[in-house]
């Protein structure tokens, strides 16, 4: 089992994704109608992202093909990626999804995941050919997140797609690389606003529909935003006794009893999402570096047999175990 991604791991997450990003059916819209005229198929709605069974999904699975194009410029799927990529990521498909995002209807649409998701797709963008195409959306949820975090009066401590924890990691990764420090500076002052004061953490982990963890996606978030020392003196008193391998139920593996349902496979997403924290929190500790390591590599081995196989994992894992597997 590879713990790191290699190149032959790349390519067959390359092409579990091309296989999907535009396979228009079956879908799940996120789409308020206004009028009967508003019936439309995902590929009328959606002039990019309309695959994937979902509009999120076929963003990030976009962003893996960029991350494992960069890290790979030579695979054996690199020609496809950028084959795909000069037909959907035009001028005008990106003048339809603004289009989209511009209507009444959608102020609420795919807040707070999507967006930050296609911020991610927009700093894996920004520095190629594709980065100037993009950037009306990249602006866009810029200007969505910067509207609205001030108006979030309390964080949404879930385990799905409206964590704000979740993103508020993937936010600051993009404005990390935009260089944006105003962007930057509202989700640091935003998390120390809502978790800040938190000690002792509960830890009701897993539930049945989760595919993140409240948790260490918090404790992730911090790390982002935080000083390093400030981290450190705020992650003692939040899991105090992570050292010692506690809370206990952060480090077993999710069990996933059904595959083909698509709540029930989020548990995958679980086990490789809470890989990426640990990983990450690791890199920025020292007594409960060992141990979240450890814990690390056990999730990611109970979920990466699992990316592929039935659709209702296959359209998203295996984006999820890309950040797993370069997570520093």
């Known amino acids: 089992m590879d713990m790191l991604l290699t190149e032959t791991l790349a390519s067959r997450f390359a092409s579990i994704a091309l296989g999907h990003v535009t396979r228009e059916y079956p879908n799940k819209l996120d789409h308020v109608m206004a009028c009967a005229g508003d019936v439309c198929s995902p590929r009328t709605l959606h002039s990019i992202f309309y695959g994937s069974f979902d509009w999120h999904s076929c963003v990030h699975s976009t962003w893996m093909l960029a991350r494992l194009e960069r890290e790979f410029p030579k695979m054996a799927q690199a020609e496809a990626i950028d084959g795909h990529f000069a037909r959907s990521l035009t001028p005008e498909n990106v003048a339809g999804e603004m289009a989209y995002l511009k209507r009444p209807e959608s102020r609420g649409f795919e807040r707070p995941y999507g967006w930050a998701w296609a911020l991610m797709l927009a700093a894996e963008l920004r520095n190629g050919r594709y980065g100037p195409i993009f950037r009306p959306l990249e602006e866009e949820f810029v200007a969505r997140f910067t509207a609205f975090l001030p108006l979030q009066t309390y964080p949404i401590r879930t385990a799905a797609h409206t964590s704000t924890a979740f ?134 081995a109970a979920a990466l047999p699992h990316v592929a196989g039935d659709y209702m994992g296959e359209h998203w894992l295996a984006s999820f175990a890309t950040l797993a597997l370069l997570a520093d």
């Not at 008193?237 to 139920?249: I, N, S």
Request: hydrophobic share 45%.
């Open 167 to 300: 993103a508020l990691c993937l936010a600051a990764d993009y404005a990390k690389v935009a260089g944006d420090e105003t962007f930057l500076a509202l989700l640091r002052s935003r998390a120390r606003e809502w978790f800040g004061a938190d000690r002792d953490a509960p830890c009701w982990e897993p539930d049945g529909d989760a595919f993140l963890s409240p948790v260490l996606c918090e404790a992730e978030a911090m790390r982002r935003l935080l000083p390093s020392g400030e981290f450190a003196v705020w992650f003692a008193a939040f899991l105090p006794k992570l050292a010692q391998g506690k809370p206990e139920t952060l480090f077993i593996p999710a069990t996933v009893s059904d595959r083909s349902d698509g709540k029930t496979a989020h548990l995958d997403g679980l086990n490789l999402s809470r890989a990426w924290c640990m990983r990450g929190l690791a890199s920025a500790l020292q007594g409960e570096q060992t141990v979240l390591a450890a814990a690390a590599e056990t999730h990611i």
